[in-house]
């Protein structure tokens, strides 16, 4: 499937001759522009943050969209979700979109809000909170057993919600 227009282009370590750290900024300088210095809209709902721990002067949600891992103090860096750094807000943006599959499910006794960009393998998932909503993590869904998971718990939701 073609990529959706409003989707930014990735951002490519390449781009910065390898500089890790040089690379390293400039994402967590869209993440900022993101979701700290202006905050994105869902459905009429405002995004919070998850703040902390503050890592390397980086908010708690930047290292979990950029990093995979059960483990929360040993996540390891993901390339793929540095490069896509730019597609969350987006995804949530557009998420009325007809390529954008929504809907909730209960995670850890929460309600998390599932925003999947099927075409680009990509999922949002915001954590709502009274009131508020936090964007918790972005990542790939390339698995084809996570995709079946993933399409059967849309349809779930779609049967239950009409």
Known sequence: MATP????????????DGDWECFLNAIYEIFKTDFVTSKPIW??????????PVSEGKEATFWHMISEG????NREI??????????PRPVIEQ???PEIKVW??????????CLWLE???????????????LPWTAYPVTRPHRKRKLQREYEEYRQKVG
């Open 119 to 133: 075409s680009q393998e990509y999922l949002v998932i915001l954590a709502d909170r009274r009131g508020y909503l």
């Open 95 to 97: 998420s009325e979109e």
């Open 43 to 52: 459905r009429g709902r405002r995004l919070g943050l998850k703040r902390h």
């Open 78 to 87: 993901d390339l793929w979700r540095c490069e896509r750094i730019r597609w």
């Open 104 to 113: 909730e499910n209960r995670r850890r006794g929460e309600t998390r809000i």
């Open 70 to 73: 059960d483990d929360e103090k």
């Open 5 to 16: 227009e409003w989707l930014p282009d990735l951002i490519l370590l390449e781009n910065f």
